[in-house]
């Protein structure tokens, strides 16, 4: 297959990400080979690139890693992670909720970590879960992390006590949701909207809702304690192109 051919293609391919996953890396490695140089950096897999490449229904610019799929979330989690937390150094039980493969694969391999993945799906973690009914007692895990779940839960006040009643005194979860900053209040759906409709406000087919930003707000009376980390500004304009990052994305750094 000939160079400017592979090119058309292969973003196309990336959009099937978890088809891509199952068939394991070797396709990334050769695929991401067409994007090598060192404009981007990639936290996830160490790649260096010539860019990132544009996903979603939006098409967003410097979104996907060629070679290991991430996208900005997961870079900017991982980064945190890395850098802000005690994650790496710390003997911990971690909770990881609904897992992102990226992450699980990273976070999962460290000595320190005693690992435990849910989800609501079966065979998709190591224990199936619905968060809005933990069977686990409380104040259990050192830290939690859910990452793009909460948008998809009707009754996400009852999940965010859930995970704040397994959570240890002490300990920290990191709850990252896609977030408006134009909106005031998150804006909810409804039972009757059709696909089309929530994709246009809340940005997925089956999100329910848009949070705004009164998502702290809500947060604090499920028990929790908030920092809103803007460490994007932390890295600045150049690092975030660089690492292709949202650049007014925040964490939610949540404890007791």
């Known amino acids: 297959m000939n160079r400017s051919l592979f090119l058309k293609i292969y973003p196309f391919l990336l959009k099937k990400r978890s088809f891509i996953f199952n068939i394991g890396t070797p396709l990334l490695q050769i695929g991401s080979l067409w994007y090598r140089g060192k404009q981007v950096f990639c936290p996830c897999c160490e790649g260096q690139f010539r860019k990132f490449l544009p996903f979603g229904a939006q098409r967003r610019p410097n979104a996907i890693c060629p070679r290991c799929l991430s996208l900005e979330r997961h870079r900017l989690l991982w980064l945190y992670l890395k850098n802000k937390t005690n994650l790496l150094s710390t003997d911990t039980y971690f909770l990881h909720i609904a897992p992102e493969y990226l992450l699980k694969k990273s976070i999962s391999k460290l000595p320190n970590i005693s690992y435990l993945s849910a989800d609501l799906q079966p065979h998709e973690a190591m224990v199936q879960m619905d968060i809005t009914d933990i069977q686990y ?31 240890k005194p002490g300990g920290w979860a990191i709850l990252h949701v896609p977030l408006d900053p134009k909106l005031e209040h998150t804006l909810e759906g409804y039972g009757d909207l059709s696909p089309q409709e929530r994709e246009r406000l809340f940005g997925h087919h089956d999100h329910v809702r848009m949070y705004g930003r009164d998502y702290k707000d809500k947060l604090e009376q499920a028990g929790f304690t908030v920092k809103v980390d803007s460490y994007t500004q932390e890295l600045g304009n150049d690092k975030c192109k660089k690492f292709g990052l949202i650049a007014d994305e925040d964490i939610y750094f949540c404890t007791l």
């Open 137 to 167: 007692e409380d104040h259990i895990f050192d830290v939690i992390l859910c990452s793009h779940v909460l948008e998809h839960v009707p009754n996400d006040a009852k999940a965010m006590q859930e995970l704040c009643r397994v959570l």
